[in-house]
């Protein structure tokens, strides 16, 4: 066993991404010691499959752990796993902490700072990738902090990827993931207006995608969600409440540079209406309840 799989790895969140990354990493050869979860029936499942433990506090996280992975909602639950009064900070001298939540950057540069003054270090991990290559080594990563941490660190980010770049300073990946998923959203709710326009004019929406697929209207999205959009099939990969928080992140970035985004606003609109109606856990392609005739968001 090499000396980066001989660490003990810990993680906290263990939501759709994060428990595949686990299962990923097990299956590597790492050594996952540590699982916590606020729903505590989640960890247990996931530490009886493992073959590891569950933990009922993050200290114990942090104790047990080499090397800690969070992947949380958004800055609220950073803010909570992190600093509260028994949280991941406390007893990590140490310890690494590789945060894949899309956060604000602001928040990611927080825990790099705290981090140092107790002995710890951080690095932020963007990940522009889904469940299936969270599960399958095959993430899109995007890297930002102190560059001599990440190249330590790079045996074990490249088993969780298949094209993992280092982006610069803590708070740099964040700023490029709002970037992409900013524009992800936009076309995504753009995809969505088409498709329910051609469906009104009385096109074969088959048809349409294919035109699409050989015109400047293709994109990815069309590649993974047209047919979801099309059948009503909104399973969730990425959701549509994320896609809301993501593009705010968005925004408050265009305004802080002095710019304007009413696409970006539009967009953040309709995910946000979304949310009002129930449909918030829906992935992002059920915008296409709001654009298509006959539906009933």
Same mark, same amino acid.
């Given at each position: 066993?090499?000396?980066?799989?001989?660490?003990?790895?810990?993680?906290?969140?263990?939501?759709?991404?994060?428990?595949?990354?686990?299962?990923?990493?097990?299956?590597?050869?790492?050594?996952?010691?540590?699982?916590?979860?606020?729903?505590?029936?989640?960890?247990?499942?996931?530490?009886?499959?493992?073959?590891?433990?569950?933990?009922?506090?993050?200290?114990?996280?942090?104790?047990?752990?080499?090397?800690?992975?969070?992947?949380?909602?958004?800055?609220?639950?950073?803010?909570?796993?992190?600093?509260?009064?028994?949280?991941?900070?406390?007893?990590?001298?140490?310890?690494?902490?590789?945060?894949? /939540?899309?956060?604000?950057?602001?928040?990611?540069?927080?825990?790099?700072?705290?981090?140092?003054?107790?002995?710890?270090?951080?690095?932020?991990?963007?990940?522009?990738?889904?469940?299936?290559?969270?599960?399958?080594?095959?993430?899109?990563?995007?890297?930002?902090?102190?560059?001599?941490?990440?190249?330590?660190?790079?045996?074990?980010?490249?088993? $969780?990827?298949? /094209?993992?770049?280092?982006?610069?300073?803590?708070?740099?990946?964040?700023?490029?993931?709002?970037?992409?998923?900013?524009?992800?959203?936009?076309?995504?709710?753009?995809?969505?207006?088409?498709?329910?326009?051609?469906?009104? $004019?009385?096109?074969?929406?088959?048809?349409?995608?294919?035109?699409?697929?050989?015109?400047?209207?293709?994109?990815?999205?069309?590649?993974?969600?047209?047919?979801?959009?099309?059948?009503?099939?909104?399973?969730?990969?990425?959701?549509?409440?994320?896609?809301?928080?993501?593009?705010?992140?968005?925004?408050?970035?265009?305004?802080? /540079?002095?710019?304007?985004?009413?696409?970006?606003?539009?967009?953040?609109?309709?995910?946000?209406?979304?949310?009002?109606?129930?449909?918030?856990?829906?992935?992002?392609?059920?915008? /296409?309840?709001?654009?298509?005739?006959?539906?009933?968001?």
């Amino acid at each position: 066993m090499g000396v980066m799989k001989a660490k003990k790895i810990g993680f906290v969140g263990l939501g759709r991404m994060g428990a595949n990354m686990a299962r990923c990493l097990k299956e590597k050869g790492y050594t996952i010691e540590c699982l916590y979860d606020i729903r505590e029936d989640v960890s247990s499942a996931l530490a009886t499959e493992l073959e590891t433990r569950a933990c009922l506090t993050l200290t114990e996280v942090v104790e047990g752990s080499d090397i800690v992975f969070t992947v949380v909602t958004d800055d609220e639950a950073t803010d909570s796993i992190f600093f509260a009064e028994k949280g991941l900070l406390s007893n990590a001298e140490g310890t690494l902490f590789i945060n894949c /939540a899309t956060l604000t950057p602001d928040v990611h540069r927080k825990v790099e700072v705290e981090a140092a003054k107790v002995g710890a270090r951080a690095l932020e991990a963007c990940m522009a990738s889904s469940i299936p290559q969270a599960r399958n080594g095959e993430l899109y990563l995007m890297i930002g902090g102190i560059e001599g941490v990440f190249t330590e660190n790079k045996p074990l980010l490249e088993d $969780l990827s298949k /094209a993992l770049h280092y982006i610069g300073p803590m708070g740099k990946a964040s700023e490029v993931k709002a970037l992409v998923n900013m524009v992800m959203n936009i076309n995504t709710a753009a995809l969505a207006e088409g498709l329910g326009l051609g469906e009104a $004019l009385g096109i074969d929406l088959k048809l349409l995608c294919e035109v699409f697929s050989h015109t400047g209207a293709n994109s990815r999205v069309l590649e993974t969600d047209a047919e979801d959009m099309l059948n009503r099939d909104h399973d969730c990969y990425f959701s549509a409440e994320h896609a809301a928080k993501d593009s705010g992140i968005a925004i408050a970035l265009m305004e802080g /540079a002095g710019l304007k985004g009413p696409l970006a606003q539009a967009t953040l609109e309709q995910y946000e209406l979304l949310a009002e109606k129930g449909l918030g856990e829906l992935d992002k392609s059920a915008v /296409a309840e709001l654009t298509f005739r006959g539906r009933n968001a």
